[in-house]
């Protein structure tokens, strides 16, 4: 699995949008890029996932630039229940998910 | 909407006993997971299971068996408990293909202490 890099922490203000970054340089072609929150030590909660293009659910969006190499989360309006651990995960087919030290987003009133 | 349903949630033990950790899901998902997490460290994959009769080692498999007899049962047997296994064990599952890439649902989560 290719290795993701995020930032260990953010802060937001609450109702603004929160951008989360990640970078996987090593990515292949046919790797999907998804993202999981953790919110205090319940199980991680999937978000989103995309290959190459745009994605966007009812959670978040998720921008994946041409080459690849990194993508932002965003959510567009954050709350104070968004305070989580952020997790960009690269993975491909059946493999396993390797879950990094992620990032720890803590939404401010 | 019950998806993953990990049970106990909470479970304190002695060194040396032992225990199994359940996880049922009723999403008819051909892949399972047992996951432990230590304290501010990421999930580290212990088993996984493709489908039922068929099991396999993850990254830190010792000290653990798992058996999968049935599509929604994956239970996490701890033969002789010892203080490093004191962690958070969450199952998970999924439905893949080889062409798919179908995201996994996580349980809530076991709490377990060895003292």
């Known amino acids: 699995d290719a290795k993701t890099t995020q930032p260990p922490s953010m802060d937001c203000a609450e109702g603004r949008a929160a951008n989360l970054p990640c970078n996987h340089s090593?990515?292949?072609?046919?790797?999907?890029v998804y993202w999981y929150r953790q919110i205090h030590s319940q199980g991680p909660q999937y978000i989103i996932h995309?290959?190459?293009n745009n994605e966007t659910n009812e959670m978040a969006s998720l921008i994946i630039t041409e080459d690849r190499k990194s993508s932002t989360l965003i959510l567009p309006h954050a709350t104070l229940r968004d305070t989580a651990v952020y997790y960009c995960?690269?993975?491909?087919?059946?493999?396993?998910?390797?879950f990094g030290q992620g990032t720890r987003l803590t939404i401010n009133p | 909407n019950a998806g993953v349903t990990q049970t106990p949630k909470f479970r304190i033990l002695k060194i040396g006993q032992s225990m199994t950790l359940q996880c049922t899901q009723d999403m008819n998902h051909n892949y399972m997971y047992w996951y432990r997490q230590d304290p501010g460290m990421g999930l580290k994959l212990i088993y996984y299971?493709?489908?039922?009769?068929?099991?396999d080692k993850g990254e830190v498999p010792n000290g653990y068996n798992v058996s999968r007899s049935t599509t929604e049962d994956f239970p996490l047997r701890l033969e002789l408990a010892a203080p490093s296994q004191t962690s958070v064990y969450f199952c998970?599952?999924?439905?893949?293909?080889?062409?798919?890439?179908?995201?996994?649902?996580f349980g809530d989560g076991t709490r377990l202490s060895i003292l």
């Open positions: 299971s493709v489908g039922a009769g068929i099991t």
């Open positions: 998970a599952s999924s439905y893949l293909q080889s062409y798919s890439n179908q995201p996994q649902h």
């Open positions: 995309g290959l190459k």
């Open positions: 090593t990515i292949s072609g046919n790797e999907y």
């Open positions: 995960i690269v993975r491909k087919g059946a493999q396993k998910l390797v």
